[in-house]
């Protein structure tokens, strides 16, 4: 399905036709900051198969109650500014769209930074007029350990103006799960961008509140992270300027992660296996996550494939004098060719030129691959609430934009 960027601006002169869209400047962590980080940390710790997906509920898991997680955001590169309460106290956070909650660290919460680094902004609510108890327990484990903390209410405020009320969140008091990836960070805290049904509580998510409320002209949010530099975020539509020809959709598989089907990933005389079973390849695309993902004997034959090779830290690099050479890699989602140039699928900093994705095998119902920020780049993302679908399109490059 295409809606071209045309109709779009045609649609949006009609009368009662509203445009207002809402935009979140999104800040990017330097590629020199983040293969830092990975060479000091020696391997990311974000890799845990035995894990499966954040917020999967325990039908889908079999597993114990507490919400398990595969992921510590130690590659995230992304972060944007929101506000809770009444006035409003700041935080910077990731927008995630591979979770369902929206947390932020409270006064007093332990293992959230210190004073010399990493220091985090806490919320405090007793400072807010606005703020309503609520004390029920929320609690992820992650692969090192829980974040927890429990339940209130008050008000969110999106990019200033767009205020989302009543909005269940929860005030961390113990970041140990999320380790260096959190102590070390600059971000405060997650606000996730799945579906409700993944949510921890079951609270309804901001973005589904903002729906409810009206507080947003259209049920659809769209990333733009461009190629080099800060991206933006906009919520109730899209931003036609910022993507070539046609959007092109793509059912989801489910309402929960923002999970569809792919036909196939290839590159040079590499070729993804189609499932033995028959079930489509399956890959959620996730702006909390910077790399790319997928089976890790996949990874391995579609690293050598590119002519990267392994390395200490459990990751693959390529000699940097042979990434303009790089084969391109291609992922083929709904019958189209989403094509990452060789050198796009590359970081490059310090030397090092570190091969932009890497193996976890998650076990059902997680998903196959991971679509993150190196894919996002390339492409326009826009995620349809209602429709329960996303669609794509080729992003302008910030030098066109």
Known sequence: ???????????????????????????????????????????????????S??????????????????????????????????PPQSFMVIFDTGSSNLWVPKVGCTHCGNPFFGKKSKYDHEK?????????????MYGSGSVSGYFSKDSVTVAEDLVIKDQAFAEVQDAGGLGLAYA????????????????????????????????VDMPVFSFYLGDNGPGELTFGGYD????????????????????????????????????????????IVDSGTSLITGPKKEITKLAKAVG????????????CDKVDSMPDIVFTIGGADYTIPGSKAVIQAQGTCLFAFMGADFPPPGPQW??????????????????KTIGFAKAVSKSED
């Open 1 to 51: 399905m295409k809606i071209s960027a045309l109709a779009v601006l045609l649609a949006c002169s009609v009368p009662g036709v509203s445009s207002k869209l809402v935009r979140i400047p999104l800040e990017k962590r330097s590629d020199e900051e983040m293969i830092a980080d990975i060479q000091k940390r020696g391997h990311i710790e974000n890799v845990l198969s035995e894990y």
């Open 128 to 140: 807010s007029g606005t703020y309503e108890s609520d004390g029920k327990d929320f609690e992820i």
């Open 240 to 283: 036609a300027s910022k993507f070539e020809g046609d959007l092109v959709y793509v059912d989801l598989l489910a309402a929960t992660y923002w999970e569809i089907a792919m036909d196939a990933v290839s590159a040079s005389d590499y070729q993804a296996p189609a499932n033995p079973d028959g079930s489509p390849i399956t890959a």
């Open 184 to 215: 070390l960070g600059k971000f405060d805290g997650i606000l996730g961008m799945g579906f409700t049904s993944i949510s921890v509580g079951g609270v309804p998510t901001v973005f589904e509140n903002a729906i409810k409320q009206s507080a």
């Open 53 to 86: 997906l954040r917020g999967a509920t325990d039908k889908q898991r079999n597993l114990k109650e507490e919400n398990e997680v595969i992921k510590d955001y130690a590659n995230a590169q992304y972060f944007g500014s929101i506000s809770v309460g009444t």
């Open 308 to 319: 990267a090779k392994p390395n200490f830290t459990g990751q693959f690099t390529i000699d």
């Open 370 to 387: 991971i679509l993150g920020d190196v894919f996002m780049r390339q492409y326009y993302t826009v995620f349809n609430y209602h429709d």
